[in-house]
């Protein structure tokens, strides 16, 4: 247990953090997911548009320190290697 006002202090701003960490992992998985469907539902032009909204969406959290840089070109690159043998 923090004892400090500023060790309390920084527990707020760490579950703050997470909190909206957790939700921006969540939007991500979200626009991921929607690619996938797109993909499995035979690809074309709503796999290639999905895949833009994702691509964007992860970068944006890259930006804000959720995922690592590397990590999200490697997912997208694996996905747009989906939508591209899809169609």
């Known amino acids: 247990m923090?004892?400090?006002?500023?060790?309390?202090k920084r527990v707020r701003q760490s579950e703050a953090r997470f909190a909206v960490n957790k939700a921006r992992k969540?939007?991500?998985r979200t626009?991921?997911?929607r690619v996938e469907e797109a993909v499995d539902a035979g690809g074309g032009h709503s796999a290639r548009d999905a895949l833009?909204?994702?691509?964007?969406?992860?970068?944006?959290a890259?930006?804000?320190?959720?995922?690592?840089?590397?990590?999200?070109r490697r997912k997208i690159s694996r996905l747009a290697k989906r939508v591209r043998l899809a169609s």
């Open 2 to 8: 923090a004892h400090s006002k500023q060790a309390k």
């Open 31 to 33: 626009y991921l997911r």
């Open 52 to 60: 833009r909204a994702a691509e964007s969406e992860m970068m944006r």
């Open 26 to 28: 969540s939007r991500v």
């Open 62 to 72: 890259v930006s804000k320190g959720v995922f690592n840089r590397n990590q999200a």
